[in-house]
């Protein structure tokens, strides 16, 4: 499929973006015009990504890591001219458990990953942004960080964080060109479900009307919209791509 060039002129970053989600919206993004950075923990899909999209920028990292997180942001920012969209996509589901079964060591991972990750790369890259007076940073939640899915306490939590987070950067930075955003999708069948047991899976299922999992390129889409010179009145939002899962 031929996109229009709407991100011509662009450098982005997607976090997460050798696989799933993350993978689809670096393709569109650089299928788009834009200079594409990923930033990822595993060598091994990097490079996978870097023989599926020209010209990929990548740094392999730990989003965990403060520093880590702000060198690859000084050298994405050097390689390709600047900082203007960033994708926060990585991120993980943890277990399967009730929250007083909850192992503490798991909470203490899935919320270093999912919320102080995501806020060490908005922190790191808004300063970029302001140079321009322009960004677009859209972080992915999850429809479970608005309702709350049993079982997943640390992922529901961690979820409604990257949604307060939003929401406070978006408000301060509302006076300038760049604005921030999260969106909300229901369960998409990725090799996160690695990660969760096939009873959890199904729950998901069940909750959403469509009766079928959402993909890739359908939150791609969404994303890219959002990363977009279209969106420019909406900062501080919230964007739900759930099969009608979502009921506010």
Known sequence: MRFPARFEGRSAVVTGGASGIGLAVAGRLADEGARVSVWDRDAKPVAAAKTSIPDLHAVVLDVTDPAAVQAAAEDTASALGGIDILVTSAGVTGPNHTTWEYPADDWRRVIDINVNGVFYCNKAVV???????????????????????????????????????????????????????????????????????????????????????????????????IASEECSFTTGSVFDVSGGRATY
Not at 131 to 140: E, S, T, Y
Not at 152 to 175: C, H, M, N, Q, R
């Open 127 to 225: 300063p970029w942004m302001l140079k321009r007076n322009w960004g677009r940073i859209v972080n992915i939640a999850s429809i479970a960080g608005k309702e709350g899915n049993p079982n997943a306490p640390a992922y529901s939590t961690s979820k409604a964080a990257v949604i307060g987070l939003t929401k406070s950067l978006g408000k301060e930075l509302a006076k300038t060109g760049i604005t921030a955003n999260c969106v909300t999708p229901a369960a998409v069948k990725t090799a996160i479900f690695n990660q969760m047991t096939e009873e959890h899976i199904q729950f998901m299922l069940s909750k959403i009307p469509m009766a079928r999992f959402g993909k890739v390129e359908e939150v791609a889409a969404l994303i890219c919209w």
